[in-house]
C-alpha cells in the first residue's frame, strides 16, 4: 500500500497499536497551554482527528469539537464510538484545503500528523487554512517529530509489538537527502485455528526544522509562535524528539 492511501487497512486496529500512548496526560498539557496562552476556548478544531480519541476526551470535559480527516476508514472508527449527547461532530476534510463555513476559539493537530505533510508548501496551506479558521487570538496548538527524532530515534530500526493477540512490526527507514523517514507496519491479525490475516500500510513523515516551522506560521499570519519541548514547557534542545508549537 502506498504512503498516501495509509490509515486505511489499520483503522480497525488503530487503537490498539497506540494502546501505550497516555491521551489523558497529552490532554492536561493541552489545557495547560490554553492556559499558558490566556484562552478559555468552547469550541475547539481538531485536525487530522483519525479515530477521535482525543477528540472524544476533550469532549468529555466540556468543549464542543469538531474533528475532521481525509481518511474515511478512520472516521468510520471514530463516529462508532460517540454515544448520545457528545458534542462532537466528525467531517471528511483535507487539512491543506480546509473549509468549513465556522470558526473556532482553538485549534489542534495532535500525535505528528502534519510530519505526514512532505512539501514545505503543503504545511504553509495547512497553517494558512487553520488561521483563517480561528477566531481573533485563538491558539493552534499541534506537534511535530524533529529531524533529530526521525534520523536518530526511528532511524533504520525493525520493532515489534504484541497486543494481546494482535502482532504488528515496525520497520523504519531513513533517507538523510529527502529528510524523510519511511514507515512500514506489518499487522499480523489473528483469524482463529493458528491462521493470520497479514496487512502492509507505508506512512512517510518529512523532519522540518523548528526554525523554518516558525517561518511557516508567522508567513500564514500567526504573529506569536512558542515552541516546547513536548509535555512540558522548556525550550527544545538539539535532541529533542518532540516539539509542541504554540501559535496564536
Known amino acids: 500500500m502506498k504512503a498516501d492511501e495509509s490509515f486505511t487497512s489499520i483503522a480497525p486496529y488503530y487503537d490498539r497499536l497506540m494502546s501505550d500512548v497516555n491521551y489523558g496526560a497529552w490532554i492536561k498539557y493541552i489545557e495547560e497551554l490554553f492556559s499558558y496562552a490566556g484562552s478559555r476556548p468552547h469550541k475547539i478544531l481538531d485536525l487530522a482527528c483519525g479515530t477521535g480519541t482525543p477528540t472524544l476526551l476533550l469532549a468529555d470535559r466540556g468543549y464542543e469539537v469538531v474533528g475532521v480527516d481525509r481518511s474515511e476508514e478512520m472516521l468510520e472508527v471514530a463516529r462508532s464510538k460517540l454515544k448520545?449527547?457528545?458534542?462532537?461532530?466528525?467531517?471528511?476534510?483535507?487539512?491543506?484545503?480546509?473549509?468549513?463555513?465556522?470558526?473556532?476559539?482553538?485549534?489542534?493537530?495532535?500525535?505528528?500528523?502534519?510530519?505526514?505533510?512532505?512539501?514545505?508548501?503543503?504545511?504553509?496551506?495547512?497553517?494558512?487554512?487553520?488561521?483563517?479558521?480561528?477566531?481573533?487570538?485563538?491558539?493552534?496548538?499541534?506537534?511535530?517529530?524533529?529531524?533529530?527524532?526521525?534520523?536518530?530515534?526511528?532511524?533504520?530500526?525493525?520493532?515489534?509489538?504484541?497486543?494481546?493477540?494482535?502482532?504488528?512490526?515496525?520497520?523504519?527507514?531513513?533517507?538523510?537527502?529527502?529528510?524523510?523517514?519511511?514507515?512500514h507496519i506489518t499487522l499480523l491479525v489473528p483469524l482463529g485455528n493458528g491462521l493470520f490475516n497479514r496487512i502492509d500500510e507505508e506512512h512517510l513523515e518529512k523532519g522540518y526544522e523548528r526554525e523554518d516551522v516558525e517561518r511557516l506560521l508567522r508567513e500564514a499570519g500567526f504573529e506569536r509562535v512558542y515552541a516546547f519541548e513536548h509535555l512540558s514547557f522548556r525550550p527544545p534542545s538539539p535532541t529533542t524528539l518532540r516539539i509542541t508549537f504554540l501559535a496564536k
Open 84 to 183: 448520545k449527547g457528545d458534542r462532537v461532530r466528525f467531517l471528511k476534510q483535507d487539512i491543506r484545503e480546509l473549509e468549513l463555513d465556522e470558526k473556532f476559539d482553538a485549534a489542534l493537530c495532535l500525535f505528528d500528523s502534519l510530519n505526514n505533510l512532505l512539501k514545505e508548501d503543503d504545511l504553509f496551506k495547512t497553517f494558512e487554512r487553520t488561521r483563517i479558521h480561528l477566531e481573533d487570538g485563538a491558539p493552534f496548538i499541534f506537534d511535530l517529530n524533529t529531524p533529530y527524532c526521525l534520523r536518530y530515534y526511528w532511524g533504520d530500526n525493525v520493532r515489534v509489538k504484541e497486543d494481546d493477540d494482535l502482532i504488528s512490526i515496525w520497520r523504519t527507514s531513513y533517507n538523510r537527502k529527502k529528510g524523510t523517514s519511511r514507515l
